[in-house]
């Protein structure tokens, strides 16, 4: 899940100025697991690097960037390789674990000697605290290491943002919520976001049912059949 600001008008009990989200959820497990993002702990100590000026090898960032950038490598391999969910699993238990273990002892060892309050004890600090739910997406083969997937599907929402400024209304922000939906969809469906849309309009008016309006979902389309 991600969310991202937006200016609401015309919102019964509520100024104009008041600040509303727009949230985005892929996925749709019913049991939900809160899980960390290992791209905000792996920014947190590139921040340490880059406020140092010239980029050093060594250091415990830099050690702890390493030990990340180890872990999207296999991550990268085992998709390119076609890993079933249960060789995901046992590969997250015997390579991946062991790499976030690395990294919990090198913070556990160094800590002490890191002021808290410095951009590495405070990275520190961050990773530390985050560590049983970074290590949540060990246990589903569907979860990755970070958020990025919901990031990047909130990112048009935002770039457009900067162009309408607002939402008139608050029905007008569900009907916006409604379209990037679709398209966002459409999108993690391998489905071409036009050729989508068209479909679904010319079909949606012929929808009698429930069960028609379904059929019409992103998921449930073939991707060849989006411009059918």
Not at 22 to 50: P, T
Not at 139 to 144: A, G, I, R, S, W
Request: a positive charge; charged letters at 25%.
């Amino acid at each position: 899940m991600d969310e991202n600001p937006v200016q609401v008008l015309r919102e019964p009990g509520r100024e104009n100025t008041t600040k509303s989200y727009m949230w985005v959820a892929r996925g749709g497990r019913e049991s939900i697991i809160h899980v960390g993002c290992l791209a905000h702990v792996r920014r947190k100590f590139h921040d340490v690097l880059k406020a140092g000026g010239k980029k050093k090898k060594g250091g415990v960032a830099q050690a702890v960037l390493n030990l990340i950038a180890k872990v999207y490598k296999k991550e990268k391999q085992a998709r390119q390789q076609g890993s079933t969910p249960p060789e995901i699993l046992a590969m997250r238990q015997k390579e991946i674990k062991p790499l976030l273990d690395k990294i919990k002892n090198i913070l556990f060892e160094k800590g002490p000697l890191t002021p808290p309050k410095s951009l590495l004890g405070k990275a520190a600090s961050y990773a530390l605290g985050q560590r049983p739910r970074i290590t949540a997406y060990l246990e589903n083969p569907d979860l990755t290491p970070d958020n990025n997937a919901a990031e990047n599907a909130i990112r048009p929402f935002a770039v457009g943002r900067k162009n309408w400024l607002f939402a008139g209304s608050p029905r007008g922000a569900k009907a916006s919520a409604a379209i990037y939906s679709l398209i966002e969809s459409a999108k993690a469906n391998g489905l071409n976001p036009l050729d989508y849309l068209n479909n679904l309009f010319d079909k949606l008016p012929k929808a009698k049912s429930e069960q028609d309006l379904r059929q019409l979902l992103p998921g449930r389309i073939p991707a060849k059949s989006s411009a059918a």
